[in-house]
């Protein structure tokens, strides 16, 4: 285990410094995120739910503080982005004995540059299957292997991070601190 860093400000730092690593490094744990959004809920009248799925971490902007995955435009998580922006990233790493809980406003880009230029560098590789599906994902399938198409349906979503919650276990004690929109940190009871 490496050492502990005890100031806020390099805790919020390494923060940032390992979520740039982990959309670089494919066996970094916290490229693989849980993100939870609000689904509305099926009958009308009944409670919102929350959803979760896992999510590739494509592309981080420690100085935007923002995060990058790509999807499905036609996946129910869209759907569910558009109605209510405000989410949650989680994380774990056991390397370093960190969890992060991310706060974030996510934004599904369609079309533009960002888009156009991910689809370019994405559409020669095997991850392209992903995004060429003929039905929206979801779809009941009377087999359990889905036909390819032809059309992209390619999107990215752009996660602002409004707040860190940074959880460390370890031996000697727990730690919890909160990081802010513009980085400012406050210890937490773990
Ligand atoms: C390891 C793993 C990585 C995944 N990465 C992504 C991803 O980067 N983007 C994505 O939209 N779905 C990804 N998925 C699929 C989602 O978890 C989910 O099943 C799908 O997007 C449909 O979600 P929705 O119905 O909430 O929209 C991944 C699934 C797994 C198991």
């Keep these: 285990m490496a050492d502990r860093i005890d100031e806020l400000p390099r805790i919020h730092q390494a923060c940032w ?18 993100l939870a959004t609000v689904a509305a809920p099926a009958d009308a009248g009944a409670a919102p ?9 494509r592309e981080v902007n ?11 435009a036609r996946s129910p998580k869209v759907a569910q982005i558009a109605a209510q922006p405000a989410s949650t990233l989680l994380v774990w790493c056991p390397q370093l004995s960190w969890q992060l809980r991310l706060r974030a406003q ?13 689809w370019a560098r ?21 087999h359990p ?7 992209e349906h390619f999107a990215v979503v752009q ?11 370890h031996p000697d004690g727990q730690r919890r601190a909160v990081f802010d929109a513009d980085g400012r940190g406050q210890w937490l009871t773990p």
């Excluded at 739910?49 to 971490?57: C, E, G, I, K, T």
């Design 49 to 57: 739910m929350a959803d979760l799925r896992s999510v590739v971490l």
């Design 145 to 151: 292997q889905p036909e390819r198409g032809t059309r």
């Design 17 to 34: 410094d390992e979520l740039t690593r982990a959309a670089r490094d494919k066996g970094h744990a916290w490229r693989m995120m849980a």
């Design 122 to 142: 994405l559409k020669m590789k095997p991850a392209a299957h992903d995004y060429l599906a003929p039905l929206p994902p979801g779809t009941p399938l009377a």
């Design 62 to 72: 420690p100085h935007e503080r923002t995060l990058m995955f790509f999807t499905d």
């Design 106 to 118: 996510l934004v599904v880009e369609h079309s533009g540059l960002a888009v156009s230029s991910r």
């Design 159 to 169: 996660a602002r991070v409004q707040a860190i919650d940074w959880l460390e276990l």
